[in-house]
Every structure is written in structure tokens, then in C-alpha cells.
């Protein structure tokens, strides 16, 4: 299988590619990041695949770097047996999760929606040509139960619950529009829970040590998910213990 691990440079996406190489000793592994340079870990395993991992840069705010990653991989590879778009926002420095109307800022807005929910859908337009006509593939991004419409009870968070509803909705127009000239292909949105990373860490007070994952424990569950996937999966939202989530 080769792979494309869209935001591979820590977290969940580093880990993925990781156990991924020693889950598919054969695989060749396209990993992009905003900053090659500066990825220092995803350099490392770079260096100890053995050549079966290529780093290129990509950022999901700007197309022109998408498809000159495009290109970039195919060089690399002919095929993609998976496309994962890891990479994601949901803080910085000026910006964080939005408590009430008053706290919204158009441009943090604008900033939250261009990673989370365009950046995939880019992602999906520039690396098609990539997916088998007829073999399986799949097609997966890290969403967000926040992100659902119909389980948001606490309101709040407008940015990154909007975008990550944007993103679900790109995902399953995907899922209508790729498969008819790509057969095989499985797209869905993948809820991985609560993970120990810094996306998450300002976050954690008041989640249960039990539904806190490792990122070791989350890339797992995410890659036996992905693996199980049969074709009536296309077009659906999964949590990381292949439950439903609802739209």
C-alpha cells in the first residue's frame, strides 16, 4: 500500500506513517508538512525507512503549495492506495476556541475554515489522480465529534465546530462524486477522540483519564478502522471505535 499522510510532521500524523511503515513493509509513504526543515522526528523517520518515506512541503492554506505537492509526490509514487489528511487547527497564539458570540472574529474564521475544511477538499482535487480506477482506496479525514451538528449541545467553539462541519460536508460530497470514477474508493470523516497532544492539552482538565488516548493508542485505532472499512462505509463519519457518528 502507498499512503499519503497529509500534516505527518507530529501528533496523530507522525504516529500514523510510524506504524504504518511496520505495519506495510512494502508501502511507499508520500509526508507532508508546512516546514520540511523544521520536522525534525519526521525527518528521522525519513532517514530510517529506508527510502520508503519522501518528505515534501504543503500548506493547506495555499492551493498553489497543494498542487506543487501534487506533483512533488509523483515522482514518488504512481498510485495511492490511501489518502489522510491529518493536519488540522484549533489554536495559536491570538486564537483560541471561541466561549461566546462576542469572542468572533471574522479573520479567525476565515484562517480556521481555510485548514480545516479547505485545505481537504484541495488536498482531494490535487492527489485524485493519484486513486486506482477499480482497486480499493480510501480517502480519510480526521474530523471532530465537535464538529457534528446534531451532537453540539454546548454551543460555542464557532470556528473550529464550523469548519469541521464544512469539512464532514466536503467529505461526503466527496464520497457522491469520486467513486464514480474511482470504484474502489472509500472516503470518510474519522472522529479519533480525545488525544494527548497540542492540539488537545489546553483542553484536557475535565476529560476522564479513560477517554484521554496516547497518540500510540489513537493512531491504532484509527489504522484498524481504516483497515475494516467495506464499501457501504463510503461517505460515512466514524469515531475511532468504528461507531457512527451522526451528521
Known amino acids: ?51 520508503r518515506v519522501r518528505v515534501v512541503a504543503l500548506e493547506l492554506a495555499d492551493e ?45 474564521l476565515l484562517a480556521s475554515f481555510a485548514v480545516n475544511a479547505a485545505g481537504p477538499l484541495l488536498v482531494a482535487k490535487y492527489f485524485q489522480r493519484f486513486l486506482p480506477r477499480r482497486d480499493r482506496a480510501v480517502f480519510a479525514s480526521l474530523s471532530a465529534r465537535v464538529g457534528s451538528i446534531g451532537d453540539n449541545r454546548l454551543g460555542g467553539w464557532y470556528a473550529y465546530r464550523g469548519s469541521k462541519a464544512a469539512q464532514n460536508m466536503f467529505t461526503r460530497c466527496l464520497s457522491v462524486e469520486l467513486v464514480r470514477r474511482h470504484r474502489g474508493l472509500i472516503c470518510v470523516a474519522l472522529h479519533p477522540g480525545t488525544v494527548d497532544t497540542e492540539l488537545s492539552r489546553p483542553f484536557q482538565a475535565r476529560v476522564a483519564e479513560e477517554q484521554l488516548f496516547t497518540v500510540k493508542r489513537a493512531a491504532a485505532q484509527l489504522l484498524d478502522v ?19 457518528v451522526e451528521w
Open 64 to 108: 498553489a503549495s497543494i498542487s506543487a505537492a501534487a506533483d512533488r509526490s509523483g515522482e514518488f509514487v504512481d498510485e495511492l492506495q490511501l489518502v489522510l489528511n491529518a493536519g488540522g487547527f484549533l489554536h495559536r497564539t491570538g486564537q483560541m476556541p471561541e466561549r461566546r458570540l462576542a469572542d468572533v472574529a471574522g479573520a479567525n
Open 226 to 244: 481504516i483497515a475494516g472499512l467495506a464499501p457501504e462505509d463510503n461517505g460515512a463519519f466514524i469515531a475511532w471505535d468504528g461507531q457512527s
Open 1 to 51: 500500500m502507498n499512503a499519503l499522510i497529509q500534516g505527518a510532521s507530529r501528533g496523530i500524523g507522525l504516529e500514523m506513517l510510524r506504524q504504518l511503515l511496520r505495519r506495510d513493509p512494502g508501502g511507499r509513504f508520500v509526508a507532508t508538512c508546512r516546514k520540511p526543515p523544521a520536522a525534525t522526528d519526521l525527518q528521522a523517520l525519513a532517514a530510517e525507512s529506508g527510502g
